[in-house]
């Protein structure tokens, strides 16, 4: 008795798992529109031309998906764009987003041939980070923008328009963070 109530429920475990098998109708299969990203809109393949929008790879930086280091990416903007310090600090918080980490930032300054990128007081950098990643992020927006904007010399920072005061680090207003 044991052995045939086996078989019997063994049958109808292959036969449950062979009707769900079937091919769907083409009608029944769903249709799957891509979700905006962080990245803007306007960034795409790099030698690719969608529509009217040309490509130019900038090289930036951004953390590591551990938070330990800092990694050099390549973001996409338009080739129409000129490379700004404001383009570059834009496609760095999108690099950044993609690790999870929302920076604000209030404003980009340019001073003679320094540029202050001011952060908000309530997002990262200047909170809700450890000094070790607060660094990084630093560091990212530094670095990126030295690299890509030839008339700058130097990047500082601040936060609210006022100082840069976080947690772990502080710096005087219109003090140069790094220097090329």
Same mark, same amino acid.
């Given at each position: 008795? %044991? &052995? =045939?109530?086996?078989?019997?429920?063994?049958?109808?475990?292959?036969? !449950?798992?062979?009707?769900? !098998?079937?091919?769907?109708?083409?009608? %029944?299969?769903?249709?799957?529109?891509?979700?905006?990203?962080?990245? &803007?809109?306007?960034?795409?393949?790099?030698?690719?031309?969608?529509?009217?929008?040309?490509?130019?790879?900038?090289?930036?930086?951004?953390?590591?998906?551990?938070?330990?280091?800092?990694?050099?990416?390549?973001?996409?903007?338009?080739?129409?764009?000129?490379?700004?310090?404001?383009?570059?600090?834009?496609?760095?918080?999108?690099?950044?987003?993609?690790?999870? /980490? @929302?920076?604000?930032?209030?404003?980009?300054?340019?001073?003679?041939?320094?540029?202050?990128?001011?952060?908000?007081?309530?997002?990262?950098?200047?909170? %809700?980070?450890?000094?070790?990643?607060?660094?990084? /992020?630093?560091?990212?927006?530094?670095?990126?923008?030295?690299?890509?904007? %030839?008339? !700058?010399?130097?990047?500082?920072?601040?936060?609210?328009?006022?100082?840069?005061?976080?947690?772990?680090?502080?710096?005087? =207003?219109?003090?140069? @963070?790094?220097? &090329?």
């Amino acid at each position: 008795m %044991k &052995r =045939k109530s086996g078989m019997i429920l063994a049958t109808v475990l292959v036969l !449950c798992m062979f009707a769900g !098998c079937k091919k769907p109708s083409e009608d %029944k299969v769903p249709t799957i529109t891509p979700t905006p990203s962080s990245v &803007r809109s306007d960034l795409v393949s790099p030698t690719a031309s969608v529509g009217a929008f040309k490509t130019a790879e900038v090289p930036i930086y951004t953390v590591s998906g551990d938070f330990a280091e800092l990694t050099a990416v390549t973001a996409l903007v338009s080739a129409e764009e000129e490379i700004t310090e404001t383009v570059v600090s834009e496609a760095v918080v999108a690099a950044l987003a993609d690790n999870a /980490i @929302y920076v604000k930032v209030n404003d980009i300054i340019k001073e003679d041939t320094v540029v202050i990128v001011d952060f908000d007081g309530s997002a990262p950098p200047a909170a %809700k980070v450890s000094a070790s990643v607060e660094g990084l /992020i630093l560091d990212a927006f530094g670095q990126s923008i030295l690299d890509n904007v %030839k008339e !700058c010399s130097g990047v500082g920072f601040s936060v609210d328009g006022e100082a840069y005061v976080s947690g772990h680090f502080e710096f005087e =207003k219109g003090s140069v @963070y790094m220097r &090329r």
